[in-house]
């Protein structure tokens, strides 16, 4: 089998949807098949880092990647979640600490939430405890929510949520104007910022609908109080009219591809200065 071969959904995948998915997860973590990929992001009109999202990437030991699309929705039916969840979360505190005790950077690495760990209890206390362990400031951890997840959030999700942000942690609605948008979710969720999907960023350009959408977006975002990130942004030319349209924030190809824990040093490092500026 090719070392880079990729499991397509419906197919090898299959072998993984037993009810002991969970498990499975665990001897992934316990067998370093599942990793964390860091994708920088950047102010639109400066280019300074400003920080990353985490990615999970699971390759098994015969070196078949399992899509991301594949497995967490897997684990998303079942307590796999849960375990997926804590692992990232953990990893990804750890990394950034790391970074900033080294001196490189304290940017803020976000992390993607699902709506199953807003109904555990218990999340908010597990979110403080790993930050307390790894000795990453809560403001330094970014969790992302879909509107999805949010549209129908419980009071015990609103409460967990609530809680994260008195303790300083930072909430971020991913995928904005794909799901359920309204006014009204934005007003109930503490959130400090939306990010544009790629489906958007990447049309605007030829598509003045895609373009007429993005500006709508960041005009309500800043009306808020909110800040931007723009997801997906792979030219030169997609840049541009996010800066025009007064973006805050990029993240895409354009800057650069999911970055294994190991190189991110050396990215930040060759990006100590704003493109503009080397």
């Not at 990232?88 to 699902?114: E, F, I, Q």
């Not at 009204?184 to 544009?196: D, F, G, M, N, Q």
């Not at 349209?245 to 990006?271: K, S």
Request: proline letters at 5%.
């Amino acid at each position: 089998m090719a070392a880079n071969k990729t499991v397509a959904q419906g197919g090898g995948a299959a072998a993984l949807t037993d009810d002991g998915f969970a498990d499975r997860v665990r001897d992934a973590i316990a067998q370093n098949e599942l990793s964390l990929a860091y994708q920088p992001q950047a102010d639109v009109a400066t280019g300074r880092l400003t920080g990353f999202e985490a990615l999970a990437r699971w390759r098994l030991g015969d070196g078949t990647m399992i899509p991301p699309d594949v497995f967490v929705p897997m684990a998303e039916s079942g307590e796999a979640i849960h375990v997926l969840g804590e692992w990232a979360l953990r990893t990804a505190c750890t990394a950034a600490a790391g970074w900033m005790n080294a001196g490189l950077t304290d940017a803020p690495v976000a992390v993607n939430l699902s709506p199953r760990q807003l109904d555990d209890p218990a999340f908010a206390r597990i979110v403080l405890r790993i930050l307390a362990e790894t000795g990453l400031p809560a403001a330094n951890l970014k969790l992302e929510l879909t509107e999805t997840a949010l549209y129908d959030h419980n009071t015990q999700a609103r409460e967990t949520l609530m809680q994260l942000r008195g303790a300083g942690v930072r909430l971020v609605l991913d995928d904005f104007g794909t799901g359920y948008s309204s006014l009204a979710l934005l007003r109930r969720v503490p959130v400090e910022s939306l990010k544009i999907d790629k489906q958007f960023t990447q049309a605007m350009v030829e598509d003045r609908d895609a373009a007429a959408i993005v500006q709508a977006i960041i005009a309500l975002a800043h009306a808020l109080g909110l800040s931007v990130v723009a997801e997906g942004v792979e030219t030169p030319e997609q840049r541009l009219f996010l800066q025009a349209y007064r973006c805050d924030r990029l993240q895409g190809y354009w800057l650069a591809r999911p970055l294994p824990e190991g190189d991110v040093p050396d990215f930040i490092q060759r990006n100590a200065a704003p493109p503009q500026e080397r």
